[in-house]
C-alpha cells in the first residue's frame, strides 16, 4: 500500500485489505519532514514509521488483525490539519471448492 503525503493531506492507494501482513510505503510530496503511525480504535499505536524527508520514501513492514486502523502523521499537529487515513481490515474470505 502507498500513502501519498502532502503538506497537510495523506491519500492511500486503499481503503481496505485483508488482515496478515502488510507492507505500507510512505512517499513524503511535501515540504515539511512527515512520519506514518498506525493506531488501532482504542488509541493503541501498532507500529511508528520514522521521519520522512521531503521527496523521499519511506516503508514499513507490519503484521495486521481484523479492524479499524487510522494511519496518521505524528509530526507536530500535521494530524489535527488533515494528514490521516482511515483503513479497513477484514478477515480473508476462505474459499471453497464444490464437490
Same mark, same amino acid.
Given at each position: 500500500?502507498?500513502?501519498?503525503?502532502?503538506?497537510?493531506?495523506?491519500?492511500?492507494?486503499?481503503?481496505?485489505?485483508?488482515?496478515?501482513?502488510?507492507?505500507?510505503? =510512505?512517499?513524503?510530496?511535501?515540504? &515539511?519532514?512527515?512520519? %506514518? !503511525?498506525?493506531?488501532?480504535?482504542?488509541?493503541?499505536? #501498532?507500529?511508528?514509521?520514522?521521519?520522512?524527508?521531503?521527496?523521499?520514501?519511506?516503508?514499513?513492514?507490519?503484521?495486521?488483525?481484523?479492524?479499524?486502523?487510522? =494511519?496518521?502523521?505524528?509530526?507536530? &499537529?500535521?494530524?489535527? %490539519? !488533515?494528514?490521516?487515513?482511515?483503513?479497513?481490515?477484514? #478477515?480473508?474470505?476462505?474459499?471453497?471448492?464444490?464437490?
Amino acid at each position: 500500500m502507498l500513502v501519498n503525503a502532502a503538506d497537510f493531506l495523506f491519500n492511500g492507494s486503499r481503503k481496505a485489505g485483508p488482515s496478515g501482513r502488510w507492507q505500507i510505503q =510512505l512517499r513524503n510530496n511535501g515540504q &515539511d519532514e512527515h512520519d %506514518l !503511525g498506525i493506531r488501532r480504535t482504542d488509541g493503541r499505536v #501498532v507500529a511508528q514509521m520514522g521521519i520522512v524527508n521531503p521527496d523521499r520514501l519511506g516503508t514499513i513492514t507490519v503484521r495486521l488483525k481484523a479492524g479499524t486502523y487510522r =494511519l496518521f502523521c505524528g509530526v507536530a &499537529d500535521h494530524e489535527a %490539519l !488533515g494528514m490521516s487515513w482511515r483503513l479497513i481490515v477484514r #478477515v480473508p474470505r476462505v474459499r471453497t471448492t464444490a464437490p
